[in-house]
Nanobody, 116 residues
């Protein structure tokens, strides 16, 4: 059974930090490009960051460059998103995604709220 389970979301003040984790099971983790997406209320889901199979290459949305860092640990089947200098506009549900040429999977999402 394939599972992507996100954790680490919550309420944080502007300027604060959070670290999201996504634990994968049921598939060969290292065969998939891993991504974090987010969806704010009333907006479309958008790509935040992704990382290639062995972590050689990462890509970020312009809105998070310099503040967020994506990483993965293939030994632990886990992908991370370190979020620093959080802004109110980072408030959203954050989703983990795994994709390969033959298909992909989504997690259930974790809420991140940036508010004072």
């Amino acid at each position: 059974q394939v599972q992507l389970v996100e954790s680490g979301g919550g309420l944080v003040q502007p300027g604060g930090s959070l670290r999201l984790s996504c634990a994968a099971s049921g598939f060969i983790f290292s065969s998939y490009v891993m991504s974090w997406y987010r969806q704010a209320p009333g907006k479309e889901r958008e790509l935040v960051a992704n990382i290639t199979r062995f972590g050689v290459t990462t890509n970020y949305a312009d809105s998070v460059k310099g503040r967020f860092t994506i990483s993965r640990d293939n030994a632990k089947n886990t992908v991370y998103l370190q979020m620093n200098s959080l802004k109110r506009e980072d408030t959203a549900v954050y989703y983990c995604n795994a994709v390969a040429a033959w298909g992909g999977y989504w997690g259930q999402g974790t809420q991140v709220t940036v508010s004072s």
